[in-house]
Each structure stands twice: as C-alpha cells, then as structure tokens.
C-alpha cells in the first residue's frame, strides 16, 4: 500500500458476542463516495482475525489508513429488553422486532483520533 504524508492508520474492532437475549454485534462503515462502505470492503483494508475468547463468536481488526476528516460509523445491534410475554407470543413476535440499532458517526481527526460527529 503506497504510504501518503496525510494518511492516518485506524485500527477498529468488530465483533459478535453473546449477551443476555441474544447476541451483541458491532461493524463498521466508511463513507466513500458519497456511500457508506463497510469497513473490511475498504481498498487496502488489512483484516486480522482475533483469537476468540469466552462468550466472543467472532472478533477482528480492521486496520485501515485513511485521510483526516474521513467519516465513519459504528453500528451497534442488541438485544432490547422485552415485556414478559407468555410462551405463545415467543414463537409468534419477529426477534427482529426486539433488536436495538445504534449508530453513532466519526471523522478522523488530524492526530489520527476517532472524534464523533455532532451529526451523528
């Protein structure tokens, strides 16, 4: 990867874990050309299987370089805490229905730092 004097090197952490009701997940996104992008389909993105740990289905590094003021977004999904439901409605109601979505977007400071957006 040709190195460039404005790059800066980010490494992120995606995972999916299992949490109480289910499972917990956090990828992330890069605006390229006026689209987000995840993350590991970035050009020259170095992608690093972590060693999985207890509770982890899945864990990895994305190592990117990319120019201050770049944007990115983090999406988190879990599990919602749900209202006690008798046994029929479990296998009736979309577990869909029951997942929180959080996004929150950054730029990419000067030093190198993840500094979020106040739009985001």
């Known amino acids: 990867m040709p190195t460039e004097p404005n790059l800066r090197t980010l490494e ?3 995972f999916e874990r299992i949490v ?6 956090q990828t992330w996104a890069v605006r390229l050309d006026g689209r987000w992008v995840a993350a590991t389909k970035v050009p020259g993105a170095e992608v690093i299987q972590l060693q999985g740990q207890a509770g982890v289905v899945w864990q990895r590094c994305v190592r990117l370089m990319l120019q201050p003021n770049a944007e990115l977004r983090s999406t988190t999904e879990s599990p919602q805490s749900v209202k006690r439901r008798d046994v029929f409605s479990v296998i009736t109601v ?5 997942t929180r979505v959080q996004r929150l977007e950054f ?6 730092t993840l500094e979020r957006s106040k739009t985001g």
């Open 20 to 25: 109480p009701r289910g499972v917990q997940k």
């Open 12 to 14: 992120l952490t995606e």
């Open 94 to 98: 979309d577990a869909r229905a029951a």
């Open 107 to 112: 730029r990419v400071t000067a030093s190198g």
